[in-house]
T-cell receptor, first 117, second 114 residues
Framework: AQSVTQLGSHVSVSEGALVLLRCNYS??????LFWYVQYPNQGLQLLLK??????LVKGINGFEAEFKKSETSFHLTKPSAHMSDAAEYFC???????????????FGQGTTLQVKP | NAGVTQTPKFRVLKTGQSMTLLCAQD?????MYWYRQDPGMGLRLIHY???????AKGEVPDGYNVSRLKKQNFLLGLESAAPSQTSVYFC?????????????FGDGTRLSIL
């Protein structure tokens, strides 16, 4: 069975500081991995996705994530935080490679990013 | 291009009442999903559909029913609402098999059961 664990339900950084949001996954098949962002009172917006091409994936708004198979991790980073980055972030794994191929996503618990001025 | 549209956006119900949440997508996607979002629990899959006329249970299906009579619409029903169903509900769609694409989400329905 697939699962996702996001370490830290709340992360606080100063504006201009490095953002690091941690995600570890478990999957019996090579995974597809996603990071979504949710701004207050909005739906989920895709930040980036890993689908077995390059292990370093670049997304929107300056975010990137690195797939590390040996560590079963897909951590999200951004070199310099901006006030507008304050939101909730979700890591998710998909069964799209599996025999069932229903496109279902398994989400982590979410990490709220606070950016202090 | 509306993408995924959910109606209503907000609703307050009394315990025992019934209601239907509507999800519509205009991208000709094969797969559709209903999730609920609760604090500290991420999004959990309620039901999903891999094509018109098909539905399947997700992680937390109890107390909900769904129907996919038309490809573009996916309905979520609460037959007898309970306070535990107070949540934010999200609908999503996906192109279908062979597509390494992300799911597209609606803006959510905030539902309160008193």
């Amino acid at each position: 069975a697939q699962s996702v664990t996001q370490l830290g339900s709340h992360v606080s950084v100063s504006e201009g500081a490095l953002v690091l949001l941690r995600c570890n996954y478990s999957s019996s098949v090579p995974p597809y991995l996603f990071w979504y962002v949710q701004y207050p009172n909005q739906g989920l917006q895709l930040l980036l996705k890993y689908t077995s091409a390059a292990t370093l994936v670049k997304g929107i708004n300056g975010f990137e994530a690195e797939f590390k198979k040996s560590e079963t991790s897909f951590h999200l980073t951004k070199p310099s935080a901006h006030m507008s980055d304050a939101a909730e972030y979700f890591c998710a794994v998909s069964d799209q490679r599996g025999s069932g191929n229903t496109g279902k996503l398994i989400f982590g618990q979410g990490t709220t990013l606070q950016v202090k001025p | 291009n509306a993408g995924v549209t959910q109606t209503p956006k907000f609703r307050v119900l009394k315990t025992g009442q019934s209601m239907t949440l509507l999800c519509a997508q205009d991208m000709n996607h094969e797969y559709m999903y209903w999730y609920r979002q609760d604090p500290g629990m991420g999004l959990r899959l309620i039901h999903y559909s891999v094509g018109e006329g098909t539905t399947a249970k997700g992680e937390v299906p109890d107390g909900y029913n769904v129907s996919r009579l038309k490809k573009q619409n996916f309905l979520l029903g609460l037959e007898s609402a309970a306070p535990s169903q107070t949540s934010v509900y999200f609908c999503a769609s996906h192109p279908g098999p062979g597509a390494n694409q992300p799911q597209h989400f609606g803006d959510g329905t905030r539902l309160s059961i008193l």
